[in-house]
């Protein structure tokens, strides 16, 4: 089992992205912990990273989403915690994490976000939806997000109040 896994979620911006992959892999606090797995679930046919993290990330093209489609987060979501844990009842992940590509990330952020998670089964990072860690726990409680939100509006709103309404004690939502 892995420890941590996580998937970033990305459209265009590769440059972004690349300050990203460098944030975890050069100046984080992500490479001391053992077991873990980073991937990238690509929304762009423009796609490209530094070939220096080719070998460490895994990357899942979504080849459903068109160029100029505003995308669907909860479904990209969905996909990382599906992948991430494979079975709840035999989860092949501690904790999966979602990143939008955009996430800027402080030097420890691993440890923290480890150390909540002994508290936590859903932690939400501040702005949103940009980083969120679950425990399969949480997913067997509150469900996968609504796919029916499908826009980038209202989607966080939906999963963070039926977090509260089904898992309230051991979901942390920093939502400003």
């Known amino acids: ?4 896994k996580v998937y970033i979620v990305t459209w265009k911006r590769n440059d972004i992205l690349s300050e990203l992959l460098h944030n975890i892999f050069e100046n ?5 912990l053992d077991n873990t797995e980073v991937n990238i679930i690509n929304n762009h046919s423009d796609f490209q990273i530094d ?3 080719d070998d460490k990330v895994n990357v899942f093209h979504n080849m459903t989403r068109v160029d100029w489609s505003t995308g669907n987060l ?3 979501f969905n996909f990382a915690l599906v992948h991430g844990f494979r079975d709840l009842k035999n989860p092949d992940s501690e ?7 955009d996430a800027v990330l ?12 002994e508290k936590y089964d859903f932690l939400v990072g501040y702005l949103g939806d940009n ?17 029916n939100f499908c826009t980038v ?24």
């Open 1 to 4: 089992m892995k420890k941590l």
């Open 28 to 32: 984080s606090d992500f490479v001391e």
């Open 51 to 53: 070939q220096k993290f």
């Open 74 to 76: 909860s479904a990209d």
């Open 95 to 101: 904790v999966v994490v979602t990143l939008q590509n």
């Open 106 to 117: 402080h030097g420890n952020w691993a440890s923290c976000v480890m150390n909540q998670m």
């Open 131 to 147: 980083i969120v860690a679950y425990k399969p726990r949480h997913i067997i409680k509150t469900g996968l997000w609504d796919e």
């Open 153 to 176: 509006y209202h989607k966080e709103a939906d999963y963070y109040i039926r977090s509260l309404i089904y898992n309230k004690d051991r979901s942390s939502i920093n939502d400003l």
